[in-house]
């Protein structure tokens, strides 16, 4: 590359950083977006009871022929993270089941759930399943006993439900962190 067109395309770089600098995102504050999630969750830790109690809500179904209820759905508002966040359509069931709603937070969940299923639910049934790590956050087979418990059904199952797997990512997250230690060790992102 010669002289003169190494510097063309330095005044041309410097010409696009001082339009978007113009024209760019400086001083606009980003207004919290409300997004809807499936259900409501009690934040803080749980009693065993609880989880117990919350992870037989989670899994019952109940239809009734006779009458129909039309309800409003609860909302999550998600602080503003950027736009280039991966997996961002997680953060509503992951805020309603024990994360923190804290930028830097959901910014290195979207890392994680990007890393390990590119934001996809990769259950025992998906195409993509390895036959160790289950759901969007990947939980080991590792933790099968402690899931089994916790839920009270199979970790095929539990696991394979995004609002069971975020939940119980959470639990790992938080008993690593509230010891001091690197609370994402799990997924190997400390």
């Not at 009458?67 to 961002?88: D, N």
């Not at 439900?161 to 997924?187: H, M, Q, V």
């Amino acid at each position: 590359m010669n002289l003169k067109r190494l510097a063309l395309l330095a005044l041309g770089t410097y010409g696009l950083c001082a339009l978007w600098a113009i024209t760019g995102v400086q001083g606009d504050a980003e207004t919290p977006r409300t997004l809807s999630v499936p259900q409501t969750i009690s934040l803080g830790m749980l009693t065993p009871q609880q989880l117990a109690d919350r992870a037989e809500e989670l899994t019952t179904t109940t239809t009734s022929t006779t009458t129909t209820t039309t309800t409003t759905q609860p909302s999550t508002t998600v602080v503003p993270v950027p736009a280039e966040v991966h997996c961002q359509e997680w953060f509503p069931t992951a805020i309603s089941v024990g994360w923190p709603n804290d930028p830097a937070i959901l910014e290195k969940l979207g890392q994680l759930l990007w890393k390990e299923t590119r934001c996809q639910n990769v259950s025992y049934t998906h195409p993509r399943f390895n036959g160790h790590d289950h759901g969007v956050a990947q939980i080991n087979q590792i933790h099968r006993k402690y899931v089994e418990q916790l839920f009270n059904m199979p970790m095929e199952e539990s696991m394979s439900d995004p609002t069971l797997n975020l939940r119980f990512a959470f639990l790992l997250y938080s008993d690593i962190a509230e010891t001091g230690g690197c609370g994402w060790k799990p997924w190997s992102l400390c």
